[in-house]
């Protein structure tokens, strides 16, 4: 099959989270098993261009009607460790990917639309017919939409899988949008079973575009799937999905094994498999050398991802104290958006700064984040929701025991030592909390460190059956590629 993925991130070239890893990572698990796939993403100014290789001018003409005119734009290609991106830049006063930023700009929506059509003009204008068109998160949510109103009788035959990362962030917008994009008809899309938004009549929603007009639609792990249907985890988009839950499933994301692996990862110093974990300890002290923490017998519990309410900083923040009180250390690495976040973190790493046991690391770093998956003990995941989560999924193949709240792929993915009772003992791989709040995080923290602290060997055990698991793109990739099976155009049989 010929697959392009429409997208807005793909790391590591262009990372602000997980959906730059599940871009690239299902890309090459797809590409491993023999089908073509291209990238189309937005040529950032502030991405990282040393992780191109072989950037050129791919296709200097391209012309993107827009409101009464057109934008001219260059097409880049280049490859991100082996995969084949293109890259679109517009040339106009709006300077619409020149921002310092990815996201966060006062007209994202505009941004976004106008990269959807310049995609889909691209495969039209370059003769690019996929069978499949695989775009993500709202910002591509206007795809399928112009694709079937706009593009059908040009292009053809492309289908579309659309996949939701994350509910929260949908992408609002005016009537402008419309006259932007040329999709126009203002009395045909504020309708209810189109893109009017299900709470505010007067503003359309683009990511219920994708849900509407997509032939296939997932998220990212079967358990968010459920929560997005029947709970407000869905913010708002529940009835959409229970209208259209014939084409809606859960599929969990995986892990890119040639990053994502103490066997072969090139940015920690100690190598390491689960039969032989001595350069565990060796990371461990690599780390604690760097963040200048004290080398003693104490357990190293992590925390890397956004400071976000989503990731339920109040408890990160509790956790750190709850550490230090109880005899172990804290490592966190994560950058906050929201301007209270950020100057809360700030303050506790002035104030913690010279702590022996704690370091705060307030930033996107991607070589620190391999060192601590690979030197910590435990990684909190406390979220207040988490589509999937990746990082307890990297913690256990790095042998790192997450702790984690009950939500989400956190369900799919981390089964309670001492409570599941799905899962006989040996397959159980970390701890789990179910209430948001302080003495489920402190009750589950010490069921963990007394583990580490009074039965070694349990622990080890622990650590071993975590790293067992095998949450690569293995099997995600095949529940996709059945899925843009079933949905790719087939010519009916011809009669002989
Ligand atoms: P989300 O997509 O909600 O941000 P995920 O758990 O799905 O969360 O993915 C987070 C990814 O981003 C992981 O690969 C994690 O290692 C990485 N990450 C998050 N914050 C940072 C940071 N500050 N520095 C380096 N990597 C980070």
Redesign the pocket.
């Known amino acids: 099959m010929y697959i392009v993925q429409i997208a807005s991130e793909c790391?590591p070239v262009i990372?602000?989270?997980?959906?730059?890893?599940?871009v690239y990572g299902l890309s090459r698990e797809l590409e491993t098993r023999g089908h073509c796939v291209e990238l189309i993403l937005p040529k950032y100014d502030c991405m990282r261009y040393d992780h191109i290789w072989g950037l050129h001018d791919a296709y200097r003409d391209l012309w993107v009607p827009w409101y009464g005119g057109t934008i001219h734009c260059s097409v880049y290609c280049g490859w991100v460790h082996g995969q084949l991106c293109f890259f679109i830049e517009p040339h106009s006063r709006d300077d619409f990917f020149n921002r310092g930023c990815y996201y966060g700009c006062h007209d994202d929506t505009m941004r976004f639309a106008f990269f959807s059509k310049a995609a889909l003009e691209f495969l039209q204008q370059s003769n690019k017919r996929p069978d499949v068109i695989h775009c993500h998160d709202w910002q591509t949510g206007l795809v399928p939409v112009m694709l079937f109103e706009n593009y059908k009788y040009e292009m053809g035959l492309q289908r579309v899988c659309y996949t939701i990362?994350?509910f929260k962030h949908q992408g609002f917008a005016g009537n402008e949008i419309l006259w932007a994009t040329g999709l126009n008809n203002e009395d045909y899309y504020f309708q209810p079973d189109r893109l009017q938004d299900n709470f505010n009549p007067f503003a359309l929603n683009l990511m219920k575009g994708g849900i509407v007009y997509a032939n296939a639609v997932t998220t990212?792990s079967p358990h968010h799937a459920w929560e997005a249907r029947h709970t407000e985890v869905g913010s708002g988009l529940g009835h959409t999905l229970h209208m259209h839950q014939d084409k809606f499933t859960g599929i969990l994301?995986g892990?890119d094994l040639d990053f994502?692996s103490p066997e072969v990862d090139r940015y920690i110093p100690h190598h390491y498999t689960k039969d032989n974990l001595e350069g565990k300890a060796q990371n461990k002290k690599a780390l604690r050398d760097r963040l200048l923490l004290q080398d003693v017998d104490k357990p190293l519990i992590a925390y890397?991802?956004?400071l976000?309410a989503?990731?339920g900083v109040h408890l990160v923040h509790h956790a750190i104290y709850h550490a230090i009180d109880n005899g172990a250390q804290f490592v966190l690495?994560?950058?906050a958006t929201e301007a209270g976040i950020n100057a809360h973190f700030q303050h506790e790493k002035r104030f913690l700064n010279d702590h022996p046991d704690v370091h705060l690391?307030?930033?996107?770093?991607?070589e620190?984040?391999h060192l601590i998956?690979a030197g910590a003990d435990m990684i909190l995941?406390p979220s207040n929701y988490?589509?999937?989560?990746?990082?307890?999924m990297?913690g256990l193949k790095y042998g790192t025991v997450p702790i984690v709240r009950s939500v989400g792929?956190l369900v799919n993915t981390v089964f309670d030592r001492d409570h599941d009772s799905n899962h006989l003992p040996e397959t159980r791989n970390g701890y789990v909390f179910y209430d948001s709040d302080y003495q489920a995080l402190e009750s589950t923290m010490n069921r963990a460190l007394s583990l580490w602290r009074d039965y070694p060997k349990e622990f080890q055990q622990l650590v071993k059956q975590g790293m067992e698991y095998d949450y690569s793109w293995n099997h995600p990739g095949k529940d996709y590629i059945e899925i843009y099976d079933r949905i790719r155009y087939k010519p009916a049989a011809v009669a002989l």
């Open positions: 790391a990372k602000a989270g997980g959906l730059g890893d599940v990362h994350n990212v994301n892990i994502w890397i991802g956004r976000d989503q990731k690495l994560g950058s690391e307030l930033g996107f770093n991607e620190l984040s998956y995941v988490e589509p999937c989560g990746l990082t307890q990297i792929g």
